[in-house]
């Protein structure tokens, strides 16, 4: 898996005291997962036509119609809601006891249910307000999420049904990576919060200035001004992720910030700036963070990751192996608290 703060380095923080150099067999560092962290969203796996209930469009006008109360409501499809709180998603547990581990599921509510909770908030209940998120034909439903940040009142409301708004950092520390359901649950939130912080943030256009306002049930946003419209659309921040590796001695190279909680390490990370390539940008973060020459870059895979500053709503980590051709390091220490060491044991 790609995200810094789950990777071989909870396994090192747990095992052994962090040295300048260590022999510690790489294989008691890794975890094999079917999917990362945020990845795998099973109501994002195929985009209906447009003429299908499922659709953006086709739901988008069942839900005006839903909300309005006029005219005939069809029976499919069921429609689902994911309120959010400054970025936290509505999540419950199933655990019976704390001794049974953390067992979490999304805090989904139905459209009726969403709109007798806001009646008398200051959140409106609208085709604006409404996310479109995706769909499950299996389960007959259409998939929204709606930001509630500004009705307080609803934290102790669904606290009396056992439901409450969780760090989604939180969720994903909780959550079995074995359990393909609770993946599925986990890459569903992080989608949704990508999509509500970015109209966050993109409230105005950045061309003119105008109020922006949603279109195409929340995927994309337009210039309201009339001598602009502008078509907005989700951002996506690119960041390059890299296991830099001694080949010639079998060493890696971990690091860590001083943000970092204590004996947490990571690969090395960084964004992408304008006119670079991927493997151009494993090699400039490398080099401006630890002096080190890389050579060989080899793709890895990618991770969309939700969970960054709110500027900047999603992130897609791509994971590349980076070949050194020296491990002679000189730290920044602007960028980095220190840097660590593994040499990698095969048997």
Partial sequence: MLCSSTNVTTLLS?????QTLSSIPLHLCTMSLISHAFAGNP????????????????AFQTLKTLLLGHGQVPISPYFKVLPFRKGKPLAGTTA???????????GWLSLRECKDFLENS???????????????????????????????????ELGARQFCFVELRTLMVATDWADA??????????????????????????????????????????????????????????????????????RVLLSRQS???????????????????????????????????VGEVKY?????????????????????????????IDVDKEELEGTFVILMDSK
């Fill in 43 to 58: 109501i994002r796996s195929r985009t209906p036509k447009q003429t299908d209930p499922f659709s953006p469009q086709s």
């Fill in 259 to 293: 943000r970092f909680v204590p004996r947490m390490w990571s690969c090395l990370a960084g964004f992408i700036e304008p006119g670079e390539s991927l493997e151009e940008a494993v090699r400039r973060e490398t080099w401006e963070e630890t002096g080190i020459e």
């Fill in 14 to 18: 747990k095992r052994t005291k962090i």
């Fill in 181 to 250: 359901k609770a993946m599925g649950e986990l890459a569903v939130a992080g989608h949704a919060r990508a999509l509500i912080e970015w109209h966050k943030v993109a409230r105005f256009c950045g061309f003119c200035g105008g109020k922006t306002i949603p279109m195409e049930a929340g995927r994309r946003k337009q210039c309201s001004n009339e001598s602009c419209k502008k078509r907005i659309y989700p951002r996506v921040d690119p960041v390059v992720i890299m296991l830099v590796i001694d080949k010639e001695n079998d």
């Fill in 96 to 106: 019976d006891s704390p001794a049974d581990g953390p067992n979490w599921h999304l």
């Fill in 300 to 328: 890895h895979s990618s991770q969309p990751w939700p969970v960054g500053p709110s500027s900047m709503p999603c992130q897609l980590m791509v994971g590349f192996y980076a070949y050194a051709k020296s491990l002679e």
């Fill in 122 to 156: 200051e959140v409106s209940l609208s085709e604006d307000s409404l996310v479109y998120l995706g769909c499950k034909y299996e389960d007959d439903a259409v998939y929204w999420a709606i930001d509630v940040s500004d009705a307080s009142e609803l934290v102790s």
